[in-house]
T-cell receptor, first 112, second 115 residues
Framework: DAMVIQNPRYQVTQFGKPVTLSCSQTLNHNVMYWYQQKSSQAPKLLFH???????NEADTPDNFQSRRPNTSFCFLDIRSPGLGDAAMYLC???????????FGPGTRLTVL | AQKVTQAQTEISVVEKEDVTLDCVYE???????LFWYKQPPSGELVFLIR??????QNEISGRYSWNFQKSTSSFNFTITASQVVDSAVYFCALSEAKGYSTLTFGKGTMLLVSP
């Protein structure tokens, strides 16, 4: 059974056209994370939520925003995608006290 | 600051060979977690193991084994009798184990297992 679900798996957008990626979880974990991963690189943390508390990484561009309307769902909004934003976007969840993160299958974003 | 080094960028082996992926870490914390994740070509990061800093026992799970040595700050991963399905990028990661912590990833090692 899928535990961390990301939709869509592949997303194509145009330069400057806003795009939203979604993540849902059936694990009821308190913490949700968004990562950006470019080719041949490690995942780079963009931000995370502990319940409703939002934590932005210092070097995450303002172009990236996130929403978490409830425990199960988290969204990544890219307000004006540039060519450099083409990447795999990974969502993960964890329970406090374990630090073990469980990842979704990712959304591969292409910017034309 | 925490740091994870995976010096091997890419390793190629032939099926049935044993292979060891190296991971060296740096941290000032006395309590921390170490992890290994597998990322196959499909892209999903798959959790393999978490090790607490107080537990230096080696772990074996099927063909996988992990060797944790605090004296050398290493947490190496060995695959015995490798298979083509083991081909993936493997990431070692570290966290502070303070309630909840973010992961510091190494740059990953790409393992190619050929028939």
């Amino acid at each position: 059974d899928a535990m961390v679900i990301q939709n869509p798996r592949y997303q194509v957008t145009q330069f400057g056209k806003p795009v939203t990626l979604s993540c849902s979880q059936t694990l009821n974990h308190n913490v949700m994370y968004w990562y950006q991963q470019k080719s041949s690189q490690a995942p780079k943390l963009l931000f995370h939520y502990y319940d409703k508390d939002f934590n932005n990484e210092a070097d995450t561009p303002d172009n990236f925003q996130s929403r978490r309307p409830n425990t199960s769902f988290c969204f990544l909004d890219i307000r004006s995608p540039g060519l450099g934003d083409a990447a795999m976007y990974l969502c993960a969840t964890s329970l406090p006290g374990t630090d073990t993160q469980y990842f979704g299958p990712g959304t591969r974003l292409t910017v034309l | 600051a925490q740091k994870v080094t995976q010096a091997q960028t890419e390793i190629s082996v032939v099926e049935k060979e044993d292979v060891t992926l190296d991971c060296v870490y740096e941290t000032r914390d006395t309590t921390y977690y170490l992890f290994w994740y597998k990322q196959p070509p499909s892209g999903e990061l798959v959790f393999l193991i978490r090790r607490n800093s107080f537990d230096e026992q080696n772990e074996i799970s099927g063909r996988y084994s992990w060797n944790f040595q605090k004296s050398t700050s290493s947490f190496n991963f060995t695959i015995t009798a490798s298979q083509v399905v083991d081909s993936a990028v493997y990431f070692c990661a570290l966290s502070e184990a303070k309630g909840y912590s973010t992961l510091t990833f190494g740059k990953g090692t790409m393992l190619l297992v050929s028939p």
